[in-house]
């Protein structure tokens, strides 16, 4: 017996490392894919290095260090190539310091002492709507230090904001002077927004001239909005009788409980605010959400509701994502075979079971019927106050547009019925133009 046991142990033991194995194989498979695809865009940037395709290697890089992978120290010392020459100062010390850390070449700690020697930290925080530029005192000569100046008019122009290295000197930016130190510490100021005649005084200007300034307005974007998609709605029927309101003593026939499927369909227009990168904006829109053939609990026909609504959203826009959500004002339009349970029950009346529609014969009155429920017919128009939601996001950019897929819902009540919504959209929105740095 004792060979048998060690066999079935060893059986056991090998399953086991089997199933280890197996377990590990997706990460390593992941891993490898990773390896694979740094070793593709590293080789593609080499390429575009050399043919000087500065702005191609910096995309490249940015794509290289998003793997979240350990980079070899070529990459990051072409990463610094293609940084010089845009400008970057800034990225080209902390690309090189990268590349140190691997290899603590001599040649590479020297050059970013030079940058230390030479160049100042500064950050000038602002608002996207006032876009200054930076005037030096005095223009360096160097070509590099030139650049790093550009880079940051670059940058203020689109943003209001800059974050970097800039040759050490004097300068002024708008109706601030400001000077730019050699050390390893960031000078940190606000830009000041002065009136545009204050502005045109401190830079010696007149009315009429065209200052080195852009003033934004508040909106940042703007354009239609439509979407289209799948539509599933529940409307729910009242858990307690509604009243005539011409005839207090007489029930309304109220339809069962229905759900189905239709269109969800949406046309608007969006505007989006300067500030915070235009992140937050508002969007008027116009829906129509259906459904045909409803399903009800005990009808033996379908049922129909046609809603339309206006929707006033906030929006954010985190990068390609799209967020909104704000009230609604809906009137919906249904009509179908099957009244509500209570439909048969006099004002004041119950039973046990209560007539909340467990059963089909809950659905009757259990003595003196008047009616059948069941083979009512109904239709109606509510109007039904609410609130709506969306998630999406955007896939691609066409010209001024950005295509979106979106999950959305909404809610909405009348008083009486609750009527949700839940669907799957695509359509378009305004595209961001975003400064990319």
Known sequence: M????????????????AASVDLLLPSR?????????RLRISEEMKKLAQRNAWSGVERKYAELRALRMDLPADDHLTGAQSARFLGKTFEVYNRLSRAYQITEDSDTFQEMQTIDAQYGRIELKGSERFLPRIEPKVMPFA????????????VLTNTGSFKGMLPAGEYRVACQEFTVAPGPNFLVDDIIKPKKRELLECLGQEEGDEPSVTYEGLIGYNGPVAMVGYNFMANFAPNSPAFSSSDPGLHQVQGQTATGSGISAQVGYEIGFNGFDKMFGLALTGAYTGMYGGRTQYARRPSSFNGGSIWLAGTA????????????????????????????LAPGEDWAPPATGTTETSCRRPS???????????????????????????????????????????WA????????????????????KRFQE
């Open 143 to 154: 070509p590099d230090a030139r650049k790093s100046i550009e880079w940051a008019n670059e």
């Open 368 to 410: 003196e019927p008047r009616y059948e429920p069941n083979n009512l017919q109904w239709r109606g128009l509510s109007l039904a106050p609410g609130a709506s939601l969306s998630a999406g996001y955007g896939f691609m950019e066409v010209g001024s547009f950005q295509g979106v897929v979106e999950l959305g819902g909404s």
């Open 29 to 37: 498979a992941q891993a490898q894919d990773n390896r694979a695809e």
């Open 317 to 344: 826009r985190p990068g390609d994502f799209r967020f909104a959500f704000g009230p609604t004002w809906s009137m919906v339009y249904g009509s179908g075979t099957g009244a509500a349970c209570w439909f048969e």
């Open 413 to 432: 009540t009348d008083g009486q019925r609750h009527i949700v919504n839940a669907a799957v959209r695509v359509g378009f929105v305004p595209a961001i």
């Open 2 to 17: 004792q060979p048998v046991r060690t066999l079935m142990l060893c059986s056991v033991l090998a399953l086991a490392g």
